[in-house]
């Protein structure tokens, strides 16, 4: 059965291309989420200190597809064995991987069902 692709919807399509001026102020930050997060993993192997959710990981909550044009990647989609977030749209940045999760629901809300 041929379902929407949910990486094609507008919804989940990178939106830092058609706006220039927007890709240089999510570059900065992107550089300092990667500085901050190399930081963090580094404080994490001290004995002394344990940080929660230190995954070596960025989860992003909403924009992973501006935070991956801004870097000049492309998106990985990867199905995941959980039902109420099925979906994982990633990409890797200067070594550090960020990562979005898409609910049961907002793929719903783009056409694409649990069966595609």
């Not at 830092?16 to 404080?43: D, I, N």
Request: hydrophobic share 40%; with cysteine.
């Amino acid at each position: 059965m041929n379902h929407h692709n949910p990486v094609m919807s507008n919804h989940l399509k990178p939106h830092g291309k058609g706006h220039p001026a927007l890709l240089e102020p999510v570059s900065a930050y992107l550089c300092r989420l990667v500085a901050a997060k190399k930081e963090l993993t580094a404080l994490s192997h001290c004995q002394q200190i344990v940080l929660c959710g230190n995954d070596c990981g960025v989860h992003v909550h909403e924009g992973i597809g501006v935070l991956a044009a801004a870097a000049g990647q492309t998106l990985t989609i990867k199905q995941r064995n959980c039902r109420d977030y099925p979906l994982e749209l990633s990409f890797t940045h200067q070594g550090i991987t960020f990562y979005q999760l898409k609910s049961a629901a907002a793929l719903a809300a783009v056409g694409w069902g649990a069966d595609a």
